[in-house]
């Protein structure tokens, strides 16, 4: 079977930087993708690890080390509008499949 | 228009009731994905077409479900038989062939089976 593990639930002050974690098992393994979910809206892409080390992509970083069936994503300097769900996904095969998504992390943005 | 888009957004139906969800993907995008979320849920994959390929069924749960993709381009997600655990978003994404590795998904279509 495939199974993604993360945090259901994360509350982080407005300004801060909070770090969301999932952890993997599945057979096959090509990439981790992460996606953001405003309640009611459609997931969209955030960030994509292929190779081990840390992407950067303005206030958002993810991180992956397939050693480890670990990766993370980081979220820096917190605004309101961040709050929403985030899913870590993984890409099992090369080219265009289907992702395996983990249930979610649910963040709660407070001022 | 430049995005996915699925209809209906809402559709509520009868126990025993066929539904027929539709999807229109990203022009020229050759991949077209079904997924579906429950409630406070990941997203489940259920059957997904690549360009003139046979479609991978493998995440379909019963025989109730069936989709096709005419032209390569709309597809229609079919239950049959309806039951209330089928109750739902189902959501659509497409995505380009080659090394990216973004897919675009729809706003999805809320299904509820009473």
């Known amino acids: 079977g495939q199974s993604l593990e993360q945090p259901s639930e994360v509350t982080a002050v407005e300004g801060a930087i909070v770090q969301i974690n999932c952890t993997y098992q599945?057979?096959?393994?090509?990439?981790l993708s992460w996606y953001q979910q405003h309640d009611g809206g459609a997931p969209t892409f955030l960030s994509y690890?292929?190779?081990?080390g840390l992407e950067e992509t303005g206030r958002f970083s993810s991180f992956l080390s397939r050693s480890d069936s670990y990766g993370y994503l980081l979220l820096q300097e917190l605004q309101m509008k961040d709050s929403a769900s985030y899913f870590c996904?993984?890409?099992?095969?090369?080219?265009?499949?289907?992702?395996?998504f983990g249930k979610g992390t649910r963040l709660s943005v407070i001022a | 228009g430049a995005g996915v888009s699925q209809s209906p957004s809402n559709k509520v139906t009868e126990k025993g009731k066929d539904v027929e969800l539709r999807c229109d993907p990203i022009?020229?995008?050759?991949?077209l994905y079904w997924y579906r979320q429950s409630l406070g849920q990941g997203l489940e994959f259920l059957i997904y077409?690549?360009?003139?390929?046979?479609?991978?069924k493998s995440g379909l749960p019963s025989d109730r479900f069936s989709a096709e993709r005419t032209g390569g381009s709309v597809s229609t997600l079919t239950i049959q038989r309806t039951q209330q655990e089928d109750s739902a978003v189902y959501l659509c994404?497409?995505?380009?062939?080659?090394?990216?590795?973004?897919?675009?998904f729809g706003p999805g279509t809320r299904l509820t089976v009473l």
């Open positions: 599945t057979s096959g393994f090509y990439g």
């Open positions: 077409f690549q360009g003139n390929s046979a479609p991978d």
């Open positions: 022009s020229g995008h050759t991949a």
């Open positions: 994404a497409s995505q380009t062939s080659g090394s990216r590795h973004e897919q675009f």
């Open positions: 690890n292929g190779l081990d």
């Open positions: 996904a993984v890409r099992r095969y090369s080219g265009n499949t289907p992702l395996v």
